[in-house]
């Protein structure tokens, strides 16, 4: 959280502090199991995912930086990972520092739902190590979430998606 005043322009509410971080629970795909399926199919933990025994995802902090501050907006999304990747994201955890590990590619497995479909979007994920979720970035594109990724995004924009995300619309 960020120490800032603001007010929301959806309810006008004045809020002191700014969330800057936001996570999706599960990869999309896994929500479009049946839930009394859910169990038997999938193995679901706060970082990883599989889903019968053949797709596999990780959590990832996908970063969008704000011009002028040092902090970042975050999103919390899945990626999909070949196997052989999401076994070196496991070998990895908890090394203290990752050097040299060229990134590996994903599609984007979270719809972050203020931006046109997000679902599939080429992605590089970067792992870090020392227990931190990899760097998630999405391959530079004209889609507008790309955009915002490389070149950042201002304050006014970080209060419109937090307070679209904080009331769900």
């Known amino acids: 959280m960020l120490q800032y005043a603001w007010t929301c322009s959806c309810c006008g ?3 002191s502090t700014l969330p800057l971080d936001f996570g999706a629970e599960a990869p999309d795909y896994w929500y479009g199991i049946p839930r009394e399926e859910r169990d038997a199919r999938s193995v679901l933990t706060p970082d990883f995912c599989t ?3 053949e797709h596999h995802f990780i959590r990832g902090c996908l970063e969008l930086p704000i011009i002028g501050m040092d902090e970042k907006l975050v ?3 899945w990626v999909s990972l070949s196997e052989a ?3 070196r994201a496991a070998e990895l955890w908890d090394v203290d ?3 040299g590990e060229p990134p590996r590619f994903g ?6 739902r203020l931006y046109p479909r997000t679902l599939e979007l080429k992605a590089g994920v970067y792992f870090r190590g020392g227990g931190l979720r990899p760097l998630v ?3 530079p594109t004209d889609h507008p979430l790309a955009i915002e990724q490389q070149r950042g995004i201002t304050m006014k924009r970080v209060q419109e998606i937090v307070a679209a995300l904080m009331h769900r619309h």
């Open 13 to 15: 509410k004045q809020y």
């Open 51 to 53: 889903i019968d025994s």
């Open 75 to 77: 999103f919390g999304a």
């Open 85 to 87: 990747s999401l076994q």
């Open 97 to 99: 520092v990752v050097e």
């Open 107 to 112: 599609w984007l497995s979270t719809n972050i």
């Open 137 to 139: 970035e999405v391959e």
